[in-house]
């Protein structure tokens, strides 16, 4: 099966918006028989998609599936490299291992591994991370920016603010940013962000960006314990939320930011992040492996690093902490 053809067979009908495609025409142009459209058409139904053919005039596509596959990823995104491979999984232990074998492998910059559903998911620090089936984002992007290995890990910040923007874009919602990997509605957690990275000492060979999103869970999809500190933006809005539209505007703004972070360093993605921080200039405590200290959020250096300053006045630089407000 050529499976460019395919996605380019859907792509056409998506375009088409309900009107139809022109199966003899399809055939012509990509040298195929009208039989093979038609087998492909019966795979899409398959796959979820109601299509209805309509004598002497073509295939209607009518409706998609809710589901984040490469057809519906690739009907949105307006990308040069971020998405346009996607490795679709219905279920796997966790895709951050995925990608980072992926990675080793060599597959081009802006690969996506992205599945419905995770059994093991991870977060920060090996926590367990809730990935209910077809209700959220599970997905791992590997990337392959110009950048040093003491660069990396500021792409948490650049992932956070292209997330924040593109849930902007598509639900209208203003979400803050928790320093330095939450996203947060209504100051419930709605969004994890896990950086990780292949290096040499001087080079990035490869940052794999696992993102977690929840998106169309009710409350009681959560896990007791999670009820509590988690939100989605169903939860929010009201709404379901296009899960594939949503990732695509995620990619675009990423490409878009990762670039910006490349050509002109960290200054305008700390100005970004900096207005939607939700601790700047708030009390915060935060818990460290070794050590807990309190004192006021000043907000991020051009490090990337979060800055507190001490009831003593002096200030410090925190690499990395859990953050309790
Ligand atoms: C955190 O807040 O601690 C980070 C959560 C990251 C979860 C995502 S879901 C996709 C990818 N696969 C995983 O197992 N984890 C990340």
């Given at each position: 099966m050529n499976t460019n053809v395919k996605n380019e067979l859907l792509k056409r009908l998506f375009e088409a918006e309900g009107?139809?495609?022109?199966?003899q025409e399809f055939a012509d142009e990509y040298g195929l028989s009208r039989t093979a459209i038609w087998?492909?058409?019966?795979?899409?139904?398959e796959e979820g998609y109601e299509i209805t053919s309509i004598r002497k005039r073509g295939y209607a596509l009518i409706t998609s599936p809710d589901r984040v596959n490469s057809?519906?990823?690739?009907?949105?995104?307006e990308t040069s490299?971020?998405?346009?491979?996607?490795?679709?999984?219905?279920?796997?232990?966790?895709?951050?291992?995925?990608?980072?074998?992926?990675a080793q492998a060599g597959v081009p910059d802006g690969t996506l591994i992205v599945a419905e559903e995770q059994t093991a998911g991870r977060g920060r620090l090996y926590r367990p991370w809730s990935s209910t089936a077809r209700k959220g984002i599970w997905m791992s992007l590997v990337i392959r920016p110009t950048l040093t290995p003491q660069q990396a890990p500021q792409m948490t910040l650049v992932a956070a603010v292209a997330i924040v923007r593109a849930i902007e874009e598509v639900t209208g919602i203003e979400a803050t940013i928790?320093?330095?990997?939450d996203i947060l509605i209504n100051g419930k957690k709605m969004t994890g962000i896990l950086t990780e990275l292949q290096a040499d000492p001087d080079r990035v060979k490869a940052i794999i960006i696992g993102i977690g999103m929840n998106v169309n869970q009710e409350e009681d999809d959560f896990p007791d314990e999670l009820q509590s500190i988690a939100t989605s933006l169903k939860i929010?809005?009201?709404?379901?939320?296009?899960?594939?539209k949503l990732i695509t505007s995620i990619l675009g703004y990423l490409e878009q930011y990762t670039k910006m972070y490349e050509k002109h360093g960290f200054g305008p993605i700390k100005l970004l992040w900096e207005g939607y921080s939700n601790t700047a200039g708030k009390r915060i405590r935060a818990v460290m492996l070794n050590e807990?200290?309190?004192?006021?959020?000043l907000g991020i250096s051009d490090e990337g690093l979060l800055e507190l300053q001490l009831d003593d006045g002096s200030v410090r630089g925190i690499y990395s902490a859990d953050i309790q407000i």
């Open positions: 009107q139809p495609v022109s199966g087998k492909y058409i019966k795979e899409f139904e057809a519906n990823i690739l009907n949105h995104l490299a971020y998405g346009r491979s996607v490795d679709y999984y219905e279920s796997v232990e966790s895709t951050q291992p995925i990608a980072h074998d992926a928790k320093w330095p990997n929010a809005t009201g709404q379901h939320i296009d899960r594939a807990t200290i309190e004192g006021t959020a």
